[in-house]
């Protein structure tokens, strides 16, 4: 099972960005994707998560009504939608996978930078 992002790069403040995360090896029907990020010199951080058995995604508060995960299930794909962003955005980003019930998430990514200048 991996899990690979793709999407980074540099962008002017107020502009949008789109990340994917692609599956493979998902032979399961319960999973959970989530994104996370790392700036320089702060904790990781999760943005969002979106679960084959729940018809909700979570969000960050700092990212609410800016960010939005969604899944392409034939291409075993979920995207991240960036807009509105801010330089505070500025991170490298993950995508990770947990499979079923489990608390931890498993599976990680290599990650993809996003800059974002002012």
């Known amino acids: 099972l991996q899990v690979a992002e793709s999407g980074g790069g540099l962008v002017q403040a107020g502009g949008s960005l789109r990340l994917s995360c692609a599956a493979s090896?998902?032979?399961?029907?319960?999973?959970?994707i989530g994104w996370f990020r790392q700036a320089p010199g702060k904790e990781r951080e999760g943005v969002a998560c979106?679960?084959?058995?729940?018809?909700?995604?979570d969000y960050a508060d700092s990212v609410k009504g800016r960010f939005t995960i969604s899944v392409d299930n034939a291409k075993n794909t979920v995207y991240l939608q960036m807009n509105s962003l801010k330089p505070e955005d500025t991170a490298v980003y993950y995508c990770?996978?947990?499979?079923?019930?489990?608390?931890?998430?498993?599976?990680w990514g290599q990650g993809t930078q996003v800059t974002v200048s002012s």
């Open positions: 979106v679960s084959s058995r729940s018809a909700n995604s």
């Open positions: 990770a996978a947990r499979i079923g019930a489990g608390v931890h998430y498993d599976y």
């Open positions: 090896g998902f032979a399961v029907d319960y999973w959970t």
